[in-house]
């Protein structure tokens, strides 16, 4: 009795290292560096970790909210990349701040000059934005992801209340409380730098990729001791009982 309880014992560790393990699902996603203040500027990175073992990222694809505009978006250069800032026409002008505006940013698009984001890795795209508005707690940025093989990954979904995460979520950036000085996590002085060294494509200089990010690295190890775990566990419950049995 003894013996088959350690067995079942075994098997539920190894059962409950997968549960708390969970399918580790990496996907396109949108932070700030500090906060992102309404009313403010703010930088920000979309982070794209490649989710293929034979193709690398090669384009990325963020379009920007119509109805929350974006009248100012600054691309910093990433070695290897090159980016485009698209601006419309909206079909309503609105005020923002306290101004018309009748022209917004509706995408930005990253090409990569090189090899782009390979197997194994992940890539920033950081961007700074503003004003952010003061009338909504979220933007929701939809991404396509095309990798070199020619597949098209939408990251475009809607995260509804109280669902289930989808598929492929959308990028969304979480926005904070205003600030006094409306300038969230980024001062004026550095949204003047930012402006100043900011330039129309990203330069095609080719550096090594970053490292592909721990916690998928750790999900998959813990998974694995967990399988591990539970056979042995129920393997050695069984063998016990043919002990017993004989004996």
């Known amino acids: 009795m003894k013996v088959s309880r350690i067995a079942a014992a075994g098997a539920l560790a190894g ?22 203040a309404k ?29 929350h505009p974006l009248a100012s978006v600054m691309p910093e250069p990433i070695p290897g990349w090159t980016a485009k800032v698209t601006t419309s026409k909206l079909s309503t002008p609105v005020e923002l701040h306290g101004e018309k505006i009748s022209e917004a940013v509706s995408k930005v698009t990253w090409t990569a000059t090189g ?14 934005i ?25 990251w475009i979904e809607v995260q509804e209340d109280g669902a289930e995460e989808p598929d492929n979520p959308a990028p969304v950036l979480a926005l904070s409380a205003a600030t006094e000085d409306h300038h969230g996590g980024s001062s004026s002085t550095e949204e003047t730098e930012a402006a100043a060294s900011a330039e129309p494509a990203a330069k095609t200089t080719t550096t090594a990729a970053e490292p592909a990010d721990s916690s998928d690295t750790t999900a998959r190890v813990m998974a694995a001791v967990g399988i591990v775990v539970g056979v042995a566990g129920v393997a050695f419950g069984v063998l016990a009982g043919r002990r017993r049995t004989t004996v």
Do not use: C, M
């Not at 090899?115 to 194994?120: L, S």
């Not at 503003?130 to 939408?154: C, I, M, W």
């Open 115 to 128: 090899k782009g984001v390979e197997p194994g890795f992940f890539q920033k795209f950081p961007l700074s």
């Open 39 to 67: 009313g403010g500027y703010a930088t920000v990175n979309f982070k794209v970790p490649n989710e293929r073992d034979d193709a690398s990222t090669t384009k990325l694809e963020v379009s920007f909210p119509t109805d």
């Open 130 to 154: 503003g004003q952010l508005p003061e009338d909504t707690d979220e933007l929701v940025f939809k991404a396509l992801q095309t990798y070199s093989n020619k597949e098209v990954v939408r």
């Open 15 to 36: 059962a409950t290292v997968l549960v708390l393990s969970g399918p580790a699902f990496a996907h396109v996603s949108v932070s700030a560096e500090g906060t992102a």
